[in-house]
């Protein structure tokens, strides 16, 4: 369920509305008492943002690292002709990425990329069985990177441990959600601990 409740009790609540579609199908993702705080889909502007620096970082190394023998490589790269055409396959991309229906959700426990086709979902722990917090950053283009492990397997997730969202304009709001969703998360288990240690028997 969307915890609204829980969402006031963040340090910093999300100001970006949540895609009601999104809600529908991250919920079905989430474990017994889990709460989902945010659900969105990623931003056309990110993606072809990011792709486009990547095909421009692919330019320079051609050009850089260009041989005599490559010299009609170098050539397309220095027109424009060769710049234009990864440009052209970086939007080619980010189109079929937003069309493997993938969508984005914060809950209270995790972050999480799930697809609605034949991609395989992952999910992030934001602190994990040992207590490690998961890494959350905040990229250019308006990118939030999440690095982390999973609590258990779960045939319904992939293994790997790490993932892009893609939000433009609201990867701030969304990132301060996520923090703040951590910070809770580690306070209650320093609670915990401290709890332990004083109703320890001697």
């Known amino acids: ?6 969402q006031n009790n963040l340090s910093t609540a999300v100001q970006t509305p949540s895609d009601p579609t999104a809600c529908g199908v991250i919920t079905q993702m989430l474990d017994p008492g889990e709460l989902l705080v945010w659900a969105g889909r990623p931003r056309v502007t990110a993606l072809v943002a990011f792709s486009s620096v990547l095909a421009m970082l692919a330019i320079c190394v051609v050009v850089l690292r260009g041989q005599p023998q490559n010299l ?10 060769f710049p234009l055409c990864l440009v052209i396959l970086a939007i080619v991309g980010a189109v079929i990425i937003m069309g493997g229906g993938i969508i984005y959700g914060i809950t209270d426990r995790r972050a999480l990329l799930v697809s609605t086709r034949s991609w395989p979902s992952r999910k992030i722990d934001f602190l994990d ?12 283009f308006g990118l939030i990177f999440f ?4 609590a258990s397997p779960d045939p319904r997730f992939s293994r790997n441990p790490s ?14 959600v996520a923090i703040s969703a951590q910070r809770k998360l580690l306070d209650d288990a320093e ?12």
């Not at 009609?72 to 027109?79: I, N, P």
């Not at 690095?147 to 999973?150: D, E, P, T, V």
């Not at 993932?163 to 301060?176: Q, R, S, T």
């Open 1 to 6: 369920m969307v915890g609204s409740g829980y």
């Open 72 to 81: 009609a490589v170098q050539w397309y790269a220095r027109s424009g002709v």
């Open 129 to 140: 069985e040992y207590r490690i917090p998961a890494a959350i950053s905040r990229w250019p």
């Open 147 to 150: 690095n982390g492990r999973s």
């Open 163 to 176: 993932f892009l969202f893609f939000l433009g304009k609201d990867a701030a709001e969304v990132y301060k």
């Open 191 to 202: 609670q915990a601990r401290i709890a332990a240690a004083v109703i320890k028997p001697r």
